[in-house]
């Protein structure tokens, strides 16, 4: 519990021996125990307690949203508060404006709590069922309303963002939304930039929608496609535009080795596809910068792609290739 104080601004009046409360609502009932001190200690007096009696109010105040096929047999629950306790209920159905009551028959009741097995055959069946409630102080003033929606694809994730990232993994997290009326899975798809070529792909088989992928090449970008899915087909995607894991990426020694070779030819269109099938070769065989450069000299020089004083001059591009890949392969 908490202390409560002189206050007559909120209703709050305390004089030498009553409490009086003003404007009185739902929220203000509770036990309400006095205490008072002097030299000689503490003493408090029996609790008093208070009910303040209203009428029923729905115990969840949002819009249920249910999607269901034809001849599917869909819950409603409808819960609500009240003070004293419901003695009754009553369910009505709109759809374009037509209301009609429910007839008793259809729903259970007990306590505070309602039950309607709702069944759409037809599509005049879909729209929306409202559930009041009434006690000894009067009726629900506004109902409990649940959504019926013929069942289709789920609608789009919302809320989505990365929660952790680092060079070479990726943790998203999305929440949820209305699943079409049937269980739905969820996929993250990682597009390739610039060009929008799909790479990878993640699913979720059920809620919450968090996702997960590791081994990623540092450096790369992705565009980032979330989708709901099921049976009907996947919603909308939740783009996320770039994300770029960051870092210097991986040189393999098959890749720095037909960097080499390929920097060291030059520009390769001059010479045609037998040039490019030396490099190829020569990258297979040699084991250093020098090897490679070498190899790449001696055989563009043999199978005649270079003449004599082509080949002198290659040879000075290759040893200022060979320095500025030295430097490359020094930084990364």
Known sequence: GHEIHHNVTAGVILSDH????????????????????NTEGKGTSNPVSLRVMFVPTCKDDREELLGALKHETVALRCEVDANPPPVAFHWTFNNSGDLAEVPPSRFTSVGSVSQLNYTPVSDMDYGTLACWGSNAVGHQRAPCIFQVVAAGRPFPLINCSVVNQTSDSLHMECLESFDGGLPQSFIMELLELPG???????????????????GMEPGASF?????????KGRSEPYIIEAVTFKGVAKFTVKAFKETIVYAAVGQLTRFGAGAKQTTLQCSRICFS?????LCVSETMAKEKYLTEEELKIHKVKVKMNFHFLKLIRRYH
């Not at 799909?198 to 979720?204: D, G, I, K, L, Q």
């Not at 565009?223 to 049976?231: F, G, K, W």
């Not at 910068?289 to 450069?293: K, Y």
């Open 196 to 214: 929008l070529k799909p790479r990878y792909n993640v699913t979720v088989a059920r809620g919450p929608p968090v996702f997960d992928i590791y």
């Open 289 to 293: 910068l020098s090897s490679c450069c």
């Open 18 to 37: 009553s409490l009086v409360l003003q404007g009185v609502t739902r929220h203000t009932a509770g036990d309400y125990t006095c205490l008072a001190a």
């Open 223 to 231: 565009q980032v496609n979330l989708y709901a899915v099921n049976a």
